[in-house]
């Protein structure tokens, strides 16, 4: 990797992590930003996208805003658990999912249209599951930044 691409690579890491151009062409607006082409740009995100250091470009919409979110559990047994999670990880309405040391050993933050939608995924995972599904929607919003300056050349 050059020079100039690493740099790239660590100014839109650290420039973009907050103010995303919100415009009909943002990767454009962000090439002017940093003096290099669309294509460049375009390229840099590709690549911090194949080698994982980046999951995904989106907007962050409190919860509930749009539609319906919470949080969800499972008690799954062990021997299941990596099976299990990447089942529910095929459903669109999952963000992610995580193990946590506790009985309730499988998280996940599960989106919908409605309510009513949530349910019927939730439904669906606990009939293939066989594991109830603990329910837990907001009650307290909390406000965490979670944008923080990245030193690339740890991760390269």
Not at 7 to 36: C, G, H, M, W
Not at 47 to 61: F, K, P, Q, Y
Not at 80 to 104: C, G, K, M, P
Request: proline share 5%; net charge negative.
């Amino acid at each position: 990797m050059t020079s100039r691409t690493r740099i790239l690579k660590q100014r839109l890491l650290n420039e973009f992590q907050r103010d995303f151009p919100l415009s009909r062409t943002p990767y454009q607006e962000i090439a002017e930003r940093l003096v290099v082409t669309e294509a460049e740009v375009l390229t840099a995100f590709d690549e911090l996208h194949e080698d994982s250091t980046v999951s995904r470009i989106g907007s962050i919409i409190p919860p509930n805003t749009v539609g319906a979110s919470l949080l969800a559990a499972l008690s799954v047994p062990i021997d299941q658990l990596e099976d299990i999670a990447l089942w529910i990880n095929q459903f669109s309405e999952v963000n992610h999912n995580y193990e946590r040391e506790h009985t309730y050993n499988l998280w996940f933050v599960v989106t919908g249209q409605s309510v009513e939608h949530l349910e019927s995924v939730l439904s669906q995972i606990e009939a293939r599951t066989q594991c109830p599904v603990l329910r837990l929607p907001l009650l307290e919003e909390f406000y965490i930044d979670l944008g923080f300056p990245i030193d690339f050349t740890a991760i390269v």
